[in-house]
């Protein structure tokens, strides 16, 4: 106890009072007393000290301890009463405890008072911050149903925009759904006058009054010092909030009318059209506080909707509105965009002019959705449409598709070589700075494809068709942007007769497994194989990887090829054992398709099981992108395989989504360096350094690192230096069917590295 405690003390023998302070200070405690012996002077001290504690004897001349218990537990019903007397029996004792008493104690034993005055405190004081931890419990109970409130009737009003073409309507379904669903005790949407300057009440729901009306019906050129809520929004073009009417400092008028109508909180809101407050919407509420930073936003995001479609409705364009423009950017849709683009088309095409088409999308938009909230991915998106209305003044050759992505009709540069860098840069120049959305700063990548009129296509809806087209090809081949002239040619009827081939290849017994070595860089032991599957189909022969795996995938039978996979992988582990090669393991590719089935890991355990003697078995790579799935569950399959002796890979490093945090969670042995990194290692400092971080970020973490796509003793001598701990490649040798896999550590055996 550092300050000093406030004690009221009902007792008729100052020198006993002055032993009870004296026994307290000697227990190291400071207390300041307040001596009383009358119910009217006690009644006095607890108004006048505001004790911490009361003390009260039981029995005294000219006040009776019980009745001043009876007082406590009124006028101080917080404040711990402790009974100090040497007449108190124990049955005494109990009933003034049930009727309120915190302890008691006997004058005889006073070396127990100060450890009763302090569990006292304690209980006081954990009573205290038990309820305020209650009350705010109930408080944020209260703002999430109300925010939830207002977030549904911003749906609904939405609705309604979309639902209503007549302005009155409108106006009136907007405020009867915010008092209803808002919660709010009175709305009013309030016009301009631009002739008269003169703001009107246009429709209102909830509390009304002719004398509300009146006061809400103001004249913008009237020249008053003291503006009202609503002329403060046309005239700031921003929100007017006033939290708490009855401690107003700033002079409104009609103060005194809101609060005999019981208002406590008000916000008005402007409406705004290219910039300009054509008129506001003002928000009633009989409880103070209740217009913080979140709810503000939402109404925000009301009147922005609201505003939006007037500036159609005015012009009878509501039909226009609801089938051409996206509600979120105000853009046009890709309908309209269509259309525009056929009208420059058609007046281009006289002038012998050429037209560009860029069809962008913004990257991981999704992983923006599900980290920090859909609401945070829909202001991205609004934002990035707000800076192509500043850079394109002309705000028709803009468009949004939905699902992050967005068009631009422009015109063609001379040099059609230069043509694509030129369309990438107009798209990219808007995303030079961050955004910075609630806190968050986002910097999002895009991908962009391209397309010319008339080189390739002579209507509207075909070019922009092919603008989509170069921008699949682009994320497919993972090119920041692709014309459509460069796209490769998509799936033909000789593609599709050797998907269906593949479809029966695994019953044919068609696929065959080949490995590949990795051999520790250091001792030149090789430590282990990678299985790779080949197929060699009847009709066209061997089958590269790149063209039959992503069919498999794209139907689906990767599940049961892996599997066959990993049964094969088993059976010639055996085999190599039983020949008497020394322990070695194998690892397996695993797909996408297969990590996310519920029984990836008892399915794997199962097979893997008999693998061979110790120090064998079966380990398997995965791609970092396909963690992104389901990240929590990715990781609990990952560790339960770790567990059972299974090693994990993460295979081509540093070409996906992995992060500092993230390959700490993760349950991996491995990182293998992709080829395309090794391949540079040589002669791009940059790339050098890249893979040196891999390394060191390996060892950091505990694993160890495998480079892919070694091919020349340079390369190798590099990786050594940088202490990577095994290589693989055609310098140790091509992948080999399994019947030479002994051979292939014979000759290694003898191979210097």
Request: with cysteine.
């Given at each position: ?240 909030i006033h939290n708490d009417l009855a401690h107003e400092q700033q002079a409104l008028p009609q103060l005194e009318l809101l609060m005999a109508h019981g208002y406590r909180a008000i916000a ?486």
């Open positions: 106890m550092t300050s000093t405690l406030q004690l009221v003390v009902v007792e008729d023998s100052a020198a006993d009072a002055e032993l009870l302070k004296r026994s307290l200070s000697k227990a190291g405690l400071d207390v300041a007393i307040r001596r009383v012996e009358t119910e009217t002077d006690f009644v006095r001290a607890l108004s006048e000290v505001k004790p911490d504690l009361i003390i009260s004897d039981f029995s005294l001349p000219m006040f009776d301890g019980l009745k001043a218990l009876e007082v406590a537990v009124v006028r101080a019903p917080d404040t711990p009463f402790i009974f100090v007397s040497g007449t108190i029996g124990e049955e005494r004792a109990i009933d003034a405890m049930r009727r309120g008493a915190t302890d008691y104690v006997l004058k005889s034993n006073l070396s127990r008072l100060p450890s009763a005055l302090q569990r006292a405190l304690r209980e006081v004081a954990l009573k205290a911050e038990k309820a305020r931890s209650e009350q705010q419990r109930c408080d944020q109970e209260m703002r999430l149903q109300r925010l939830t409130r207002i977030y549904r009737m911003l749906s609904s009003t939405s609705s309604a925009i979309l639902r209503l073409r007549n302005r009155i309507e409108l106006f009136d379904e907007v405020c009867r759904i915010a008092v209803q669903q808002g919660g709010y005790d009175r709305v009013v949407i309030s016009l301009v006058d631009a002739g008269e300057k003169i703001l009107r009440p246009h429709a209102w729901a909830g509390m009304d009054s002719a004398a509300l009306r009146a006061a809400e019906c103001v004249d913008l050129d009237s020249g008053a010092q003291a503006a009202g809520m609503a002329e403060q929004a046309i005239r700031s073009a921003s929100p007017s008005a809101l402007p409406l705004l059209i290219d910039g300009t407050a054509i008129g506001a919407i003002s928000l009633f509420n009989n409880q103070p506080d209740v217009f913080d930073a979140a709810e503000v936003d939402v109404l925000r995001e009301l009147t922005a909707n609201l505003a939006f479609a007037l500036q159609y409705l005015e012009k009878d364009e509501a039909v226009h509105f609801l089938s051409y423009f996206d509600s979120l950017t105000g853009l046009a849709k890709r309908p309209l965009f269509c259309q525009r683009l056929a009208q420059l088309m058609g007046s281009g095409a006289a002038d012998g002019g050429a037209i560009s088409v860029v069809v962008f999308d913004v990257q991981k938009l999704g992983a923006i959705n599900d980290s920090l909230g859909r609401y945070v991915g829909d202001r991205l998106i609004e934002e990035i449409a707000a800076r192509l209305k500043e850079i394109y003044k002309e705000s028709e050759s803009a468009a949004y598709f939905g699902g992050g992505t967005f068009a631009l009709m422009l015109p063609s540069v001379d040099n059609p070589a230069d043509t694509g860098r030129f369309l990438q840069s107009a798209a990219a120049q808007v995303f030079v700075q961050p955004f910075v959305i609630d806190g968050h700063e986002v910097r999002p990548a895009i991908r962009s494809g391209v397309a010319f009129y008339p080189h390739d296509a002579d209507t509207a809806d075909a070019l922009v068709q092919r603008a989509e087209a170069a921008l699949k090809a682009a994320r497919e081949d993972n090119e920041k942007y692709m014309l459509y002239g460069l796209v490769t040619e998509r799936p033909t009827s000789r593609s599709w007769a050797l998907e269906a081939r593949l479809g029966g290849a695994l019953d044919r017994n068609e696929f065959r497994l080949h490995y590949q070595p990795k051999v520790d860089i250091g001792s030149g032991r090789i430590m282990g194989l990678e299985a790779l599957l080949r197929w060699h189909d009847a009709a066209d022969g061997l089958v590269p990887p790149a063209v039959f795996i992503p069919l498999l995938e794209r139907s689906g039978a990767i599940v049961d090829v892996g599997e066959w996979v990993l049964l094969q992988a088993v059976r010639d582990i055996r085999i190599w054992t039983a020949a008497g090669l020394s322990a070695f393991r194998v690892a397996v590719n695993v797909s996408p398709l297969q990590l996310r089935r519920r029984d990836f890991v008892e399915r794997l355990l199962a097979s893997a099981e008999p693998a061979g003697n110790r120090g064998c078995g079966v380990d398997i790579e995965i791609t970092e992108s396909m963690l992104m799935h389901d990240l929590e569950l990715s990781i609990r399959k990952l560790a339960r395989l770790r567990e059972a002796g299974i090693g994990v890979a993460i295979d081509d490093f540093g070409t996906g989504y992995s992060s500092l945090r993230l390959l700490a969670r993760l349950p991996v042995d491995t990182l293998k360096v992709d080829r395309s990194f090794v391949q540079g290692i040589a002669d791009t400092p940059n790339v050098m350094t890249l893979v040196s971080t891999v390394v060191s970020l390996a060892r950091a973490f505990g694993m160890k690192t495998v480079a892919e796509g070694v091919e020349t003793p340079e390369q190798l001598g590099i990786l050594r230096a940088m202490q990577c701990d095994q290589a693989q490649g055609y310098l140790f040798g091509r992948p080999t069917p399994a019947a030479e896999v002994p051979a292939a550590f014979a000759r290694l055996a003898g191979k210097s590295v």
